[in-house]
Every structure is written in structure tokens, then in C-alpha cells.
């Protein structure tokens, strides 16, 4: 089925084109970091994780949310999920290959990631992170291709696919679990050291995640004339309805545990984020951006009618997928560094070098989808 990837009309191989070329770029950037190191990105000593870690954990609850396509489907039996569920298990697929580049370049070297699968050490959170990533990965791709090519042979999928489909779906929240765990675990960091860190992101990542999906399935039934149906945007957009509520509910736990209990260290980057710490906040335009879309975004879905419309949903998803991604992608981890455990303040700019590189994985993850959906829709179009 691979071959149907290389063709396509002009926009397609104009789309293909411009990503090599983005992808070109954040190659040549990457080499250039490979050569001088980290220093040439924005990070410091205060500031040890920047826009490379903020993405890799953005887009790990983008893959997770794949599960909330195949748990109705294959155990409740949900068929109206029929036409899509490989659609997001392609987009998990995509979305985890992201997050092992995003691991690779923080760390430097390509050889460094290779040792933590080579030289295993249990009592690190990021060994078992990159574990359960590369296990769902796997999975998701098994899972997604077999089942597309019996629905090619028009038969049923084998009964030995099963096991691994079921898996998946305890796999998918562990990814994101484990990835809070790696934030939660670690002492001096008041803004991620909080008991509701899981909860916080599986509920963004069930907004993130089928908000992109529906924005997908817009965008393939306009420019590819494939729609997958009036009931699975539907519900794809009450799940996004919970989840985006839920993530709202629980950063209004954290305000109030913070602020109620007057506890400085548990303010200082809410204040930082949100307000104006010290006469430092550059990231306080961002974070307000995110309240206002998300916000706006739940006003949407609550609209009546609104959603309805498929413009609007649209324009509803895209302000819910960007407020979480500021959330997420720049807030939660550049916040949890400022102040530093001595009080100090150190704001976090991103270089040109850093911004190539990770619009460069972002350009790779939108090409393997691209060629996933490319294959997908070839089956499912076919005659």
C-alpha cells in the first residue's frame, strides 16, 4: 500500500514539497546544534528544558487521544467511529514519532537518547517514558495498518490483531501518566508538583487531541471529498466538550490551591505566568491568549446551533487545539523553571536555530500523517 503515497495531484506534491523544504531547514539548524551544542538555543542553567520539551509533551497527549476513537469503537462497538478510527491511530503514530525527535534534540547527541534504551535504568521516569512511547508507537502502526489492509482484502481483521488493539488502549494513558509522573516527581518545582498533574493532562490531551482530528476531518472531506460522518464529529466534539471543561476545572484547582493556602512558592509561577512576577511576564500575553480562546472556545460548543455549523466548529476546535497548546507547549514547562529553587528569575527566549529545528519536526510529523492519510484514504475510497 505504500506505493499509493507517491501519487497524488499537484497540491499534494506542492504539500509534500514544502514540508521537505521546512524539514531542510530544521536539518541544517540540527547540525549546526550537533556542532556547537545546546548553547545555541535559548535554554540555561536555570532554564534546562525549553520549546523542545514543551512540544514533546504537547504532542505526547495528542497521541494518547487516539484512544478515545478506538475505546468506543472496538469495545463498546461504536460503529459510527468505523470510517476514523485509523485516522487517529495514524495521527498517534505521527504525533509519537514528534516526541521521540523532540527527546532526541534536548539531548543533544542522537547517541544519548540510543543509551537510555541501551543502559536501562528503572528508577528514572524518562527510561520508562521512552519505553512506553516506543511501545505505542508500534502499536498504533501494527494496529492501524493491519486493520486498513483487511479492509482492503474486504474481510475481517485477523484475530490476532485483537490482543494489541485492547492493549493500546491501557497503553495510551499510561504515556501520559507516566510523562506527568516525570514532571510531578521532581522536588523544588512548585508548579508541577502537584498530585492532580495526570488528571491535568489526560483531560487536555482528550480536548487537544480530538479538537485536531475534527480540524483533520474537515480539512479531508474539502480538499479529498472523504467525510467521516455527521455522528462521529459529533461525538468527537462532546468528548471534546468534557475534556476541555475538565482541564479548565482542574487549573482553577491549582489557582485555588495556591492562592487560598498563601503558600509564596506555590504563587510565585501562577504569578509569573499569569500576572507580572518581580516585573518579569513574558509569557503573560501568551497565557491570556490561551484563557480567552479557550474560554471562547467553550462558549462556542455551549452556543446553540453553533456547532452545527461546520465553519464554526472549525474555528471553535482551532481556538481550543491553540489555547491548549500555549497551555501546555510554552506555559507549563517554561512557568515550573521561573522563579529557580533560589528565587532567582530567568526568562526564556527561543532562537531562531531552536525555532527552525522544531518547526522542522513539526513539518516531519505533518509528513508522515500525510502520507499515512495519503494510504488511508486509498483503501477507504477505493471502489
Known amino acids: 500500500m505504500i506505493e499509493k503515497a507517491l501519487t497524488g495531484d499537484k497540491r499534494y506534491h506542492l504539500w509534500m514539497t514544502a ?30 528544558w525549553g520549546v523542545y ?10 497521541a494518547a487521544s487516539a484512544v478515545m476513537l478506538v475505546l468506543p469503537y472496538y469495545v463498546h462497538n461504536f460503529k459510527a467511529f468505523g470510517k476514523i478510527v485509523v485516522l487517529g491511530e495514524f495521527l498517534a503514530v505521527a504525533a509519537v514519532s514528534m516526541c ?43 494496529c492501524g495498518w493491519v486493520v486498513l489492509e483487511a479492509e482492503k482484502l474486504k474481510k475481517a481483521p485477523p484475530k490476532w490483531i485483537k490482543p494489541f488493539i485492547y492493549l493500546s488502549i491501557p ?13 510531578a516527581g521532581l522536588p523544588g ?34 480538499v479529498a471529498n472523504f467525510d467521516v460522518g455527521k455522528e462521529a464529529i459529533g461525538k468527537l466534539t462532546t468528548i471534546v466538550t468534557y475534556g476541555i471543561l475538565a482541564n479548565f476545572f482542574f487549573i482553577g484547582l491549582e489557582f485555588f490551591t495556591a492562592y487560598y493556602s ?16 518581580e516585573g518579569h511576564g513574558n509569557l503573560v500575553p501568551f497565557l491570556w491568549t490561551s484563557v480567552f480562546l479557550g474560554m ?36 507549563l514547562v517554561i512557568g515550573g523553571f521561573v522563579p529557580n529553587p533560589l528565587g532567582e528569575i530567568t526568562e526564556y527566549y527561543i532562537t531562531w536555530p531552536e525555532f527552525s529545528i522544531t518547526l522542522g519536526i513539526w513539518a516531519i510529523g505533518a509528513l508522515i500523517l500525510s502520507v499515512l492519510y495519503k494510504i488511508a484514504l486509498s483503501v477507504k475510497q477505493a471502489p
Open 19 to 48: 514540508l521537505l523544504l521546512v524539514i531542510g531547514n530544521g536539518v541544517f539548524y540540527y547540525l549546526k546544534q550537533l556542532e556547537y551544542g545546546l548553547g545555541i538555543t535559548g535554554m540555561s542553567r536555570d532554564i534546562s
Open 53 to 62: 520539551i514543551a512540544q514533546f509533551t504537547f504532542m505526547v497527549g495528542v
Open 100 to 142: 521521540l525527535l523532540f527527546i532526541m534534540v534536548d539531548m543533544g547527541h542522537p547517541d544519548r537518547f540510543i543509551n537510555v534504551l541501551r543502559y536501562p535504568t528503572p528508577n528514572s521516569m524518562l527510561f520508562w517514558d521512552a519505553n512506553v512511547l516506543n511501545v505505542y508507537l508500534v502499536l498504533n502502526l501494527l
Open 171 to 183: 497503553w495510551a494513558f499510561s504515556i501520559h501518566t507516566v510523562t506527568a509522573m516525570l514532571y
Open 189 to 222: 518545582r512548585h508548579l508541577w508538583l502537584t498530585a492532580i498533574m495526570a488528571p491535568r493532562f489526560l483531560a487536555s490531551a482528550f480536548a487537544a487531541g480530538p479538537a485536531l482530528l475534527i480540524l483533520l476531518s474537515l480539512l479531508l472531506k474539502r
Open 262 to 277: 498563601g503558600i509564596p512558592s506555590h504563587q510565585h509561577n501562577l504569578d509569573y505566568l499569569f500576572f507580572v512576577l
Open 296 to 331: 471562547g472556545g467553550i462558549v462556542g460548543l455551549f452556543w446553540p446551533g453553533l456547532k452545527e455549523n461546520e465553519k464554526a466548529l472549525g474555528l471553535i476546535c482551532g481556538a481550543i487545539f491553540i489555547s491548549l497548546w500555549i497551555d501546555k507547549g510554552i506555559g
